[in-house]
């Protein structure tokens, strides 16, 4: 066979040379521009030429700070076309962190949307390797700025060599990403990403049987750029030609579901309080979803409630997926099979809340203190994954190599498969309760609270208690308006039938607001801390 190089200057060649009318659509500060892949693919080749007139060589990493946008697309493939590595930085990290990782990468240029700037400002001075600032913004003039040099993206292009072309001698094992997790216990890890394992994994979104992404689709990545490379959807996006709606900055639902309806989008992909913020907009507005086949959703468990109201309400199928930082990140994807086409309501609804079935190119087992978990849907055990785009170690990282075992990713993820193979996640390792030496999954309480039609989210977390060493407690936002206000025992009420008396929660307290991660999980450390503190305990 021949031996081709899977790298991917060559995607966007293929999407110059095939979809050059086809559309980037981006709403920026200034408002919604449109591009075709012509025009994009230009910008991209003057931004190699630019980055080139800055200094950047081949294995040096290069920083962006932005939100979803063309600019930002721009950077996904000029920076890994002249041989540099895309480092996409989260911006909900602490000042902490995003020093430690923009040292710790050695970032030696970062491109910055404007409304950020202050961010990076208020820690120049702790950056030890960069050297040049570039500002993405639609102004024509620079604005005010501490940072130096400081230039303008617009201006960097049109003074880039209008006939440069990608020519760097890249191999599909050379870096070509690197992002970092998101840091909630301890330093945040970097995960370096190869060209191969990139081209692979957006081959893996276009399989049918997966995501099926393909050129007719207009996806709206709501999944921001700077997490796990918006879940790889801007390099399938435009290596088929798909057209692309960026949301840009201060995204709400309300604007998500605007530009559904105005762009008529057919897919997206977000995480579950992404949507559940969308659904409750759909409820009480009018919009055209007619043209949405599907959301994908993924980063935590999305409740079953929720899943049968996109589908029974505005006929939206619900994907649900898997990954990590660590696995590119597609792992699973909840799809029927044609076997089980029929299905009852109510089970092919448990299957849709499950995270699903493994997608080609990679292998799964679970395992426990007794070796591989039995296909029984009952026994568990931590989730091992390997494959072609999976990470293999740390970036410069020896702290944690535990993760990394014998060829397997260790999750930390503890899952059950059933007799179709069908991965369904229970919990974290760290987060599952054990109670008089008996599990209890926080993940299954959660999602059935928030099956409720009162609760708006629901978090489960575990105290320390002296006769059963754990105990779960339900901590909950309700819905606005005076008929969701509900008790602590309406609440144990609903969960009664559907749980073992000694998995229901001891107390139920209900709050204003469940704290966070950056990326849209919630933090239960924080909460955690927080429940303690008002038990006292």
């Not at 086809?22 to 449109?34: A, D």
């Not at 041989?83 to 240029?109: C, F, P």
């Not at 993405?136 to 960097?156: C, R």
């Not at 935590?300 to 589908?311: L, N, V």
């Amino acid at each position: 066979m021949m031996d081709t190089q899977l790298t991917l200057d060559s995607m966007i060649k293929r999407t110059e040379q095939y979809f050059p009318k086809k559309e980037v659509i981006s709403r920026t500060h200034s408002g919604v521009q449109k591009f075709t892949y012509s025009e994009i693919v230009g910008r991209m080749k003057r931004l190699g030429s630019a980055l080139e007139s800055l200094g950047v060589n081949k294995g040096d990493r290069v920083g962006t700070f932005a939100w979803n946008h063309h600019r930002h697309l721009e950077a996904y493939f000029a920076i890994p076309s002249v041989g540099a590595v895309l480092h996409t930085i989260n911006i909900r990290l602490s000042k902490e962190h995003l020093i430690y990782i923009i040292n710790h990468a050695e970032d030696k240029v970062l491109f910055i949307d404007e409304d950020l700037l202050p961010l990076i400002e208020s820690i120049k001075d702790d950056l030890e390797t960069v050297q040049a600032f570039v500002v993405m913004t639609d102004n024509e003039t620079l604005p005010q700025s501490s940072l130096s040099p400081l230039y303008s993206y617009e201006e960097l292009l049109k003074n880039a060599e209008s006939s440069y072309e990608f020519t760097t001698e890249i191999d599909e094992n050379d870096p070509a990403g690197l992002c970092y997790t998101s840091g909630t216990t301890g330093k945040p890890k970097g995960v370096l990403y190869t060209h191969r394992g990139i081209y692979l994994h957006s081959m893996a979104l276009a399989f049918k049987d997966t995501v099926g992404l393909s050129e007719s689709d207009v996806i709206l990545p709501v999944v921001p750029m700077f997490h796990a490379n918006a879940w790889g959807m801007p390099f399938v996006s435009t290596w088929l030609g798909t057209t692309q709606v960026f949301p840009g900055p201060g995204m709400t639902p309300k604007l998500i579901a605007e530009m559904i309806d105005e762009y008529k989008v057919t897919f997206s992909a977000g995480v579950p309080t992404i949507w559940l913020g969308l659904l409750q907009e759909l409820e009480k507005g009018k919009y055209d979803t007619s043209n949405v086949r599907a959301l994908l959703c993924g980063g935590s468990a999305a409740p079953k409630g929720m899943i049968q109201a996109f589908e029974s309400k505005f006929g939206i199928s619900f994907l649900h997926g898997y990954g990590m930082t660590e696995t590119s990140p597609l792992v699973t994807v909840t799809r029927i099979k044609s076997t089980m086409e029929n299905l009852s309501d109510d089970d092919r609804l448990e299957v849709l809340s499950k995270q699903g079935l493994v997608v080609p190119g990679i292998e799964i087992k679970a395992i426990n203190e007794n070796g591989e978990i039995k296909p029984d849907g009952v026994d568990m055990g931590e989730l091992l994954i390997r494959g072609p785009w999976i990470a293999d170690s740390y970036y410069k990282d020896d702290r944690n190599t535990e993760a990394f075992q014998d060829g397997w990713l260790h999750t930390g993820d503890v899952v059950t498969l059933d007799e179709e193979g069908i991965v369904k996640i229970v919990d974290r390792t760290k987060d599952l309760i054990k109670s008089g030496g008996e599990w209890i999954s926080s993940v299954d309480l959660e999602n059935a609270l928030m099956a409720h039609e009162s609760v708006f989210e629901a978090c489960v977390v575990a105290v320390p208690d002296v006769k059963w060493q754990e105990r779960p407690i339900a901590c909950i936002v309700l819905k606005e308006g005076p008929e969701h206000q509900i008790s602590k025992e309406d609440v144990l009420e609903f969960l009664k039938p559907q749980f073992a008396k000694w998995w229901l929660p001891d107390e139920v307290l209900f709050i204003d607001e469940i704290p966070k991660t950056s990326v849209g999980k919630f933090l239960k450390s924080k909460l955690r801390e927080d429940v303690e503190k008002e038990l006292a305990l």
